[in-house]
């Protein structure tokens, strides 16, 4: 699988041969889009992942050599928008917490759920933090996914661990009891050394590559069709051994496999893989659009043009001088103190500037790239790019980049929680995992980018209708929250004892006059 990444950024096309060992085989969309997500990923790195591509990313001007194009590339400047844009939408959906929902702490389950919740994946992460991570992931390359296991030694205890795109290698789906679920999932993970049993290294601080394979098969007990089918896990790992004979002896790499076993919950095997795909559009298998692709390739093209307007500009800024009717083998120095003196009197001498709209057009090009990256990350850009826009023009675009950043939000939203499903349903005695609801485990991230608030007009607007009984109490308050008047957290309950404990203070009415007074607050 490295040399398939390696192979996606020379450019390479996969060989067009059998794979010899099944199990490194990969699905037909991963090596579609691998591609892709190697540029997204070389982009989000920053100039140097971008430059040290080379050629991929920058051709090589026509005859140029390796010094005269190392200095071609070394002048031009990468503006990394994509990243820009990336941070800055991750930003929006975690501007406010995400609603999570478990049961109450006091119960066995909660108990289980809220450990959950402050350590997702046994590593210290808390599950804002994890779902931060696949955020990012998602907005970066459009995929991810979550496998869901059980840790029985120690902790016993449900945990989440992510795995990037580029990681989950091959799947198969299958109907399997009226349904198209997951029967093959191929994961690449690395580990320690150490991690192989005594023979390994613990003091190699290298990771090494093995693959976990997640199968759904025919179960050989099975009493009825919900336990037809049981997990089973395989690990698989390179093995090094000698073939051959004297001196035609040699050593041979190969995968084995191993480790195979199947996890019990209460006793029985799980009746599905507890693996969640997360996307930018939904939680399939299958491999979606990257939200970020058209601001790569205009990133890209705008980095071309920077290193076009900076050759040129290399060569043509700077004045050069010339001279006519002056003795050959002269030296002739510039500058102040010095002066050109000849006998011919037809000497003459000057200094050759460039002229014309040659390089204006690269200007241009490149205000017409950033314009058009402005549109494509409304929000990031703005502040730096002024566009000759109306306000109605802006906002309907804004609403445009919002509706797509909304849909990935609820598309991750939507997987995230069937990750909690599976913890809840490891911890909890229902029968599958689809019997846990929305009222026992749920996050929903934030789809509120506006930064606006409330106007005093609007304020005063609110505040009028509650008093004229149009709006309820709970109803304003509410919309204040969500336009950032109150702060996360607290209750309406608590913002009524605050006002009215205010009051207590300083008098009934307080803070208002007697004429149109507000009816009394009450806690909810």
Request: one cysteine or more.
């Amino acid at each position: 699988m490295r040399e398939a990444e390696a192979r996606a950024r020379r450019g390479e096309k996969k060989p067009c041969y059998p794979v010899l060992v099944p199990v490194t085989s990969t699905h037909l969309d991963y090596d579609s889009a691998l591609p892709g997500w190697v540029r997204a990923r070389d982009l989000l790195a920053g100039e140097d992942a971008v430059k040290a591509a080379g050629a991929k990313y920058l051709p090589r001007l026509e005859s140029q050599s390796d010094d005269e194009y190392q200095a071609y590339k070394s002048r031009a400047c990468f503006f990394n928008a994509t990243r820009r844009a990336a941070d800055a939408f991750v930003g929006l959906v975690f501007r406010k917490a995400p609603f999570v929902r478990i049961p109450e702490a006091a119960t066995g389950i909660g108990a289980a759920m809220a450990g959950f919740t402050n350590d997702a994946d046994m590593l210290g992460t808390s599950l804002f933090g994890y779902a931060k991570n696949i955020v990012q992931e998602v907005v970066a390359v459009g995929r991810a996914g979550t496998l869901v296991d059980w840790e029985g030694d120690f902790e016993k205890r449900a945990y989440a661990t992510a795995y990037r795109a580029e990681d989950i290698l091959n799947w198969r789906v299958e109907r399997v009891n009226g349904r198209s679920v997951p029967t093959l999932i191929v994961l690449r993970e690395f580990v320690s050394p150490a991690d192989y049993g005594p023979d390994g290294d613990e003091f190699s601080s290298g990771l090494v590559e093995q693959l976990r394979v997640l199968r759904l098969v025919a179960s050989e007990a099975a009493a009825d069709a919900a336990t037809a089918h049981e997990y089973r896990v395989e690990v698989w790992r390179e093995e090094e051994t000698t073939v051959g004979r004297g001196s035609g002896k040699k050593k041979e790499v190969k995968w084995v496999l191993f480790e195979s076993h199947v996890p019990l919950r209460l006793g029985k095997p799980l009746p599905l893989i507890p693996f969640v795909f997360h996307g930018a559009r939904h939680s399939l298998p299958e491999v979606g659009v990257m939200p970020l692709s058209d601001l790569i390739y205009l990133n890209l093209d705008h980095y071309r043009l920077d290193a076009d307007f900076k050759h040129g500009l290399h060569y043509t800024a700077l004045p050069t001088a010339w001279v006519a009717g002056f003795d050959k083998a002269a030296t002739l120095t510039i500058g102040s103190r010095a002066a050109w003196v000849s006998e011919n009197e037809k000497a003459t001498a000057g200094f050759l500037e460039f002229s014309g709209d040659g390089l204006g057009t690269f200007e241009r090009a490149l205000d017409r790239d950033e314009r058009e990256m402005a549109v494509l990350a409304t929000q990031v850009l703005e502040n730096q790019i002024r566009v000759a826009e109306t306000a109605t023009a802006i906002m309907l675009r804004q609403a445009g980049e919002n509706s797509v950043l909304a849909t990935v939000a609820t598309s991750v939203s939507e997987s995230l929680t069937q990750v909690m499903r599976w913890v809840y349903w490891w911890h909890s005695t229902e029968a599958i995992p689809e019997m846990v609801t929305d009222g026992q485990a749920l996050i929903e991230l934030n789809t509120d980018f506006g930064v606006t608030g409330m106007q005093s007009g609007e304020l005063g607007a609110v505040v009028q209708a509650w008093k004229d009984g149009a709006i309820s109490q709970d109803s304003m308050l509410e919309l204040f929250r969500k336009r950032e008047i109150l702060p996360e957290g607290r209750s309406n309950a608590d913002e009524i004892a605050l006002i009215s404990g205010a009051k207590d203070a300083s008098g009934a009415g307080a803070g208002m006059g007697q004429e149109g007074a507000a009816p009394p607050l009450k806690a909810a």
